[in-house]
């Protein structure tokens, strides 16, 4: 027989064998998914038997996790500034630091508020899960987000999460490379985009190379990626800018 508490012990060891963060945490979080149960149950009954198919389950979800994947794969979500998101191997899996990126979009959303100039349209450029998308559709009702990725496959996980979140009508969804296409004039424009250099790929810990290559590769240095879109938004910008200037001289001049 073997109760909640041993199987989460069991797991644990395993998880700190093989030198994962936070072993006994891991392995409570996938024995809820195994059981098909609450954090809370798995609490108050440490000494339940588990039933030989939650077994098999729990056995299978943390030889995954052992293995190599990541963890909000196999539990299919994360929370990303207080709102869960799916996710699975089709896209990147969202890093806690890049809520700082929604920080200070919201910071330049509230200045420009308050100046008379709101937010009204943003571009997330490599949306993927569509974590900054949609968290900026969430926190900026007055703002229309149009999340733009090269991978159909990324966009049908944010597809889900739009869904999930009931975005659908201020939040839109464009396959694109960055900006190639795109016609749109963005008040803010948002990306986090591949910046690890090429070579250094095969150097990472082995469950950030079970995520998408194309979502990691940052070319030579990095920032390939990077001098693209600003390429790209330099040269919109000047479009713009001449635009303007031409509407100022007025017809005939």
Known sequence: ???????????????????????????????????????????????????????????????????????????????????????????????????ELVEHALANARCRRALGAPVR??????????????????????SRVVGVDRSWEALQVARTNRDRHNLEHRASLVQSDLLEG???????????????PSRQIDQLQVE???EPRVALDGGDDGLTVYRRLFDQVGAISRSIWNAHRGNRRGPGR
């Open 1 to 99: 027989m073997t109760t909640v508490a041993a199987a989460l012990t069991n797991a644990g060891g395993r998880f700190a064998r093989v030198g994962l963060n936070s072993p006994r945490l891991q392995a409570r979080q996938l024995l809820t998914k195994a059981v098909g149960h609450s954090p809370i149950w798995v609490y108050q009954n440490f000494q339940e038997p588990l039933l030989p198919e939650q077994i098999s389950r729990f056995e299978d979800l943390v030889t995954r996790r052992v293995t190599g994947e990541p963890l909000p794969y196999i539990l299919g979500e994360i929370e990303f500034y207080g709102r869960p998101f799916f996710v699975d191997d089709r896209v990147l899996v969202p890093r806690p630091e890049t809520e």
């Open 121 to 142: 349209a943003i571009i997330d450029v490599g949306t993927g899960s569509g974590v900054l998308a949609l968290t900026l559709a969430a926190e900026l009702p007055e």
């Open 182 to 196: 795109i016609d749109l004039a963005a008040d803010l424009i948002v990306a986090n985009l591949p910046y690890v």
């Open 208 to 210: 950030v190379r079970r």
